[in-house]
């Protein structure tokens, strides 16, 4: 009879040690065109947010001038929101960067 103990001791250890993975250019074709929309998105995410931007301080001053606290909270809402999404669009590949780094050492 074959002892369970030993028998598992003679396998060989499958486990690669070392898996080196990293993002490539060529994995896949289109990929420059993806990066082009990608790009596009952003301009457009950051002119939606000076547009918002320019709604909500409107909305601000009409509230403010006509006594109306609601609808001045509301507008100093919008400029926060808009002005928060300008800088998500902006610092997007910055975070994505500083992410991926803090992935990459753990």
């Known amino acids: 009879m074959i002892d369970l103990a030993s028998a598992l001791i003679q396998l060989p250890v499958l486990v690669p040690l070392d898996i080196n993975i990293s993002p490539n250019d060529s ?7 993806l990066r082009t929309i990608v790009g596009a998105v952003m301009t457009i995410g950051l002119i ?28 100093k809402i919008g400029v926060l929101v808009s002005c928060g999404s300008a800088v998500i669009c902006g610092a997007a590949v910055t975070l994505i960067n500083f992410f991926w780094n803090v992935g990459q050492q753990v």
């Open 48 to 75: 939606l947010s000076v547009l918002a931007l320019i709604i909500s301080a409107i909305v601000w001053g009409f509230g403010a001038n006509s006594s109306n606290p609601h609808l001045a909270g509301r507008g």
């Open 27 to 33: 994995g896949l074709p289109g990929i420059s065109q």
